[in-house]
């Protein structure tokens, strides 16, 4: 399920100017995907199903990305990535 997700938000991605970088194989708590876009903007995406989440060690790289400024998107949906990218390129 999770690389459905992946897939449909990387066309989006793509469609929209960014570039997304597979981030494999990933060391423990890397997040899935490094998205680099338009005007310098840099997000990742932690994709998940179900009722899963980010487990001990993405919680801990994930608030040290965080207080560095980044975004992380958890992502269960395209909709979840869409959804941040509506309060980043405001309509």
Not at 17 to 35: E, H, N, Q, S, V
Not at 51 to 69: E, M, S, Y
Request: proline residues 8%; charged residues 25%; glycine residues 8%.
């Amino acid at each position: 399920m999770e690389s459905a997700i992946e897939s449909a938000t990387d066309d989006l991605l793509k469609r929209l100017g960014y570039l997304t970088i597979k981030m494999r194989p990933p060391p423990a708590g890397i997040p899935d995907r490094l998205c680099l876009g338009p005007s310098g903007r840099i997000f990742f995406i932690e994709y998940k199903d179900g009722d899963n989440t980010p487990n001990f060690h993405q919680r801990v790289l994930h608030k040290a990305i965080r207080a560095l400024g980044f975004m992380i998107v958890v992502a269960y949906s395209k909709q979840d990535v869409l959804d941040y990218l509506g309060t980043i390129n405001p309509a």
